[in-house]
């Protein structure tokens, strides 16, 4: 077996993002090979690309190379992470609540008045957002403080009913890791009895997340953004 490290892209076509999130695949030997071969032939049509933009003299095509290509490197690596099926509510039968993880905090934003949500768990709050909607499932928000400040919980919680209009039943606001995502929603759940859920995160993180969520016991509906 082998270990493929991605680090998936943030704002714009770096690979940089609100929070280091860093996603481990294991894969086989075969898949990684094929990645290899893959990445080996795309060089391939960059060099191409490159060499008929100048004969061209398309000057502005070795200028956008790095950047368009960086990104299109982060996609197709991507997809060996993010395999789960678009969330349809017929999927969410059995289900009795949506929770939705935390994903980063941008501190001190001036033009917010303090700590607001960060580019990955707004998305995930708007997509949850409309997941509950769909289903009239109830949410719960997860995410601590982990530099401090305002819990990302109570931010996303703010966010959500002030901006989305959904209510929140429950504020899991101690986490710093998706292991401990998993394992204090899971202790909250089960005081209500709750043991299937709608998982709502990014799709690179949803393998992590639902194996995390998994070992607690409680059954996972995936709800990739």
């Known amino acids: 077996m082998r270990e493929v490290v991605v680090f998936p892209g943030g704002r714009g076509d770096s690979v940089s993002c609100d929070v280091v999130d ?77 929770v939705i993880l935390g994903g980063g905090v941008r501190r001190d934003a001036p033009e917010y008045g303090g700590d607001t949500l960060a580019t990955l768990t707004l998305e ?26 305002a819990p990302e919980a109570k931010l996303m919680q703010s966010a959500l009913e002030t901006e989305f209009g959904v209510p929140v039943r429950w504020v899991e606001a101690r986490s710093r890791t998706t292991r401990e995502n998993a394992a204090l929603s899971a202790a909250m759940l089960r005081i209500d009895g709750i043991q ?30």
């Open 22 to 98: 860093v996603t481990r695949l294991v894969v086989t030997d075969r898949l990684a090979d094929q990645v290899v071969e893959a990445i080996a032939a795309f060089e391939f049509l960059v060099g191409r690309e490159v060499q008929l933009g100048r004969q061209a003299q398309l000057q502005s095509a070795p200028q956008r190379t790095p950047q368009v290509h960086r990104r299109l490197v982060q996609d197709f690596l991507l997809q060996f992470v993010d395999t789960s099926p678009p969330f349809e509510a017929k999927h969410a039968q059995g289900a009795q609540a949506i």
């Open 124 to 149: 995930r709050v708007r997509y949850g957002a409309r997941v509950a909607r769909l289903t009239g499932l109830p949410v719960l928000v997860s995410g601590g403080s982990v530099l401090g400040g």
């Open 196 to 225: 299937r859920v709608v998982l709502v995160t990014h799709g690179f993180d949803m393998r992590r997340a639902t194996a995390e969520f998994a070992a607690e016991k409680v059954e996972t509906v995936t709800a990739p953004t």
